[in-house]
């Protein structure tokens, strides 16, 4: 599996690899890890242990994975492997597609707490899309939903709303700290967007820009 080392400007180092481009929403799962093999991870969740496939579009996000990766990769490994970065009973929480009746896990986040309170009160979701617009504290980003289908969502973005991509934790420091999200987004970025329900408006928690369009 080829892994791409990803530094947010946010102090979280993210190991990533080739992300599925698809778009639409995913669903999302928070729980304990109770178990990996080879192409899998298994977490406790409120409704029972659940297992979900791992493979080379899985993003993993974690603490120190950006070191361990170094480290691995300067082993003459191709990278740090999953039970490097994740530990049985660790809190994570997990983005998922249903594909076939095969849940495919997107992104794999370390978290402070398996608390699903914050889930049941506001529950988290997910879109993958492109850029249309970014301005005024508001984004933008249309996609396909399958079938032909097509959507347009606009979110708010504020101080607390996270950017995370490829490089921009190194262009950070040479800043000296945080980037304006004006610097890292633009039109035509392809992007995930995991956000809350706040009445009829979407909250933008984290922005993760996949892949920057060509100017």
Do not use: C
């Not at 921009?168 to 956000?195: C, H, M, N, Q, W």
């Amino acid at each position: 599996m080829r892994s791409l080392l990803v530094l947010s400007f946010a102090a979280l180092s993210i190991v990533s690899f080739t992300t599925r481009a698809s778009a639409g929403d995913n669903n999302v799962a928070r729980g304990t890890v109770a178990g990996m093999d080879a192409g899998t991870v298994t977490i406790t969740t409120r409704d029972g242990d659940r297992r979900f496939t791992v493979d080379d579009h899985t993003s993993i996000e974690a603490v120190g994975a950006g070191t361990m990766t170094r480290r691995a990769i300067a082993g003459g490994k191709a990278g740090a492997r999953l039970s490097d970065l994740l530990k049985v009973g660790q809190a994570v929480e997990l983005s998922y597609q249903d594909v076939n009746g095969v849940a495919y896990a997107k992104r794999i986040r370390r978290v402070a707490s398996a608390s699903v309170k914050q889930a049941d009160d506001n529950p988290r979701h997910s879109s993958n899309g492109t850029v249309k617009s970014f301005g005024d504290n508001t984004l933008t980003i249309s996609g396909g939903s399958g079938g032909g289908a097509t959507f347009v969502q606009t979110f708010i973005v504020d101080a607390n709303t996270k950017v995370f991509g490829k490089g921009f934790g190194t262009a950070a420091a040479k800043r000296g700290g945080r980037l304006p999200a004006a610097e890292l987004i633009g039109d035509g970025d392809l992007v995930t967007v995991s956000y809350n329900e706040t009445g009829s408006a979407l909250h933008a928690a984290d922005v993760r820009v996949i892949t920057k369009a060509k100017r």
